[in-house]
């Protein structure tokens, strides 16, 4: 799906101020796309910053342009530009939304999930691209900007992140031909394989088998589960680590689910499909959303409660699926 003009026209000559907001614990897809875009902006000489409610996280601060990150607890003033990616929800700003955007602010909402609510001055929603990085590739090309480095470095890594390095069913021809583009526009992939995943702490790999043996399997060997405790291991380690994907990595397993506590009385849960059940639709009863094979929501009550009634749910998707 190519960009819309419209889109392409309000960021063709971005006269006054541009923001690159992200939304709640940004990821590579977020972090890739609106440091990619803001990037190439930056270099065609407009005045562009970049912000969000919460960090860079450690794991990717190799990205370029990631020391230009600012976290805000309220926006400072009105942009005239806004640009949002990867983020169905304008909520998940936590408001910095609402307090950037002016009555002539335009902000520009690119996407690749499902359930985004298009709230934009212009949508550009595309859920057949793996990662936002796909669109923001194509965008970056009909802009006739040139794909430095540094740009091309974000793009991968957000392609990179959302595929699970290649590895799920979202994964296309497109996305090699992309990932391709991009390593020739120099993106080493070997680089953001090390940075992701080579970089571990010294007791990491301690930590993590703490954290493995709480891995639970139903008996009909359909749903793995991991529920993580507030402080069994510190914080980085769960942030750093893709936990759901050891659940998910049993054969057999159709839904995995990760829940971690991350206060007294709140679970963030993580769910991953393997193309059987739509696991968006299960968050979508918990408030959350997310695509078909991966999707998350926040609980309220204890780990013991939040996995009862998640996984009573789950059971429930999977039931009716056979049906
Ligand atoms: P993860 O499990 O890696 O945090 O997220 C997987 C997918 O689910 C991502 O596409 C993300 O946008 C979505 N997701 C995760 N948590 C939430 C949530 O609390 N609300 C919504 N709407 N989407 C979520
Ligand atoms: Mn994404």
Redesign the pocket.
């Known amino acids: 799906m190519a960009p819309p003009g419209e889109l392409l026209e309000a960021l063709r000559k971005p006269g006054g101020t541009v923001l690159c907001l992200g939304h709640v614990h940004p990821?590579g897809d977020v972090l890739g796309t609106l440091l990619g875009l803001g990037l190439a902006l930056s270099a065609a000489g407009a005045s562009v910053t970049f912000a969000g409610p919460h960090p860079v996280p450690d794991v990717l601060a190799f990205l370029p342009g990631s020391d230009r990150w600012q976290v805000w607890k309220a926006a400072p003033a009105f942009f005239d530009i806004i640009v949002m990616t990867d983020c169905?929800?304008p909520d998940r700003s936590e408001g910095l939304l609402e307090g950037a955007r002016g009555p002539r602010s335009r902000v520009l909402n690119i996407d690749h999930?499902p359930d985004n609510r298009r709230y934009g001055s212009i949508d550009w929603i595309d859920p057949s691209a793996a990662a936002t990085g796909e669109m923001i590739f194509d965008l970056l090309v009909a802009l006739g900007l040139p794909l430095t480095p540094a740009i091309a470095l974000n793009l991968f890594t957000a392609v990179h992140t959302d595929t699970g390095s290649f590895r799920y069913s979202n994964t296309t021809p497109r996305t090699f031909r992309i990932a391709a583009e991009l390593a020739a526009a120099g993106a080493d992939p070997a680089l953001v394989s090390d940075r992701l995943y080579q970089q571990r702490g010294r007791d990491s790999l301690v930590q993590l088998g703490t954290v493995l043996r709480r891995v639970e399997v139903s008996d009909d060997g359909q749903v793995a589960w991991l529920s993580v405790p507030r402080d069994l291991v510190p914080r980085e380690l769960v942030e750093s680590e893709d936990l759901?994907s050891y659940p998910r990595s049993i054969g057999g397993v159709k839904v995995a689910v990760l829940l971690r506590e991350e206060a007294p009385g709140t679970v963030k849960a993580?769910l991953r499909a393997k193309g059987e059940v739509a696991v968006n639709k299960i968050?979508h009863r918990f408030g959350?959303?997310?695509?078909e094979n991966?999707?998350?929501?926040?609980l309220s009550g204890t780990l013991e409660e939040a996995a009862a009634s998640l996984l009573q749910a789950v059971r429930e998707a999977l039931a009716s699926g056979r049906s």
């Open positions: 990821d169905p929800n999930h759901v993580s968050a959350g959303g997310g695509h991966a999707a998350g929501c926040t």
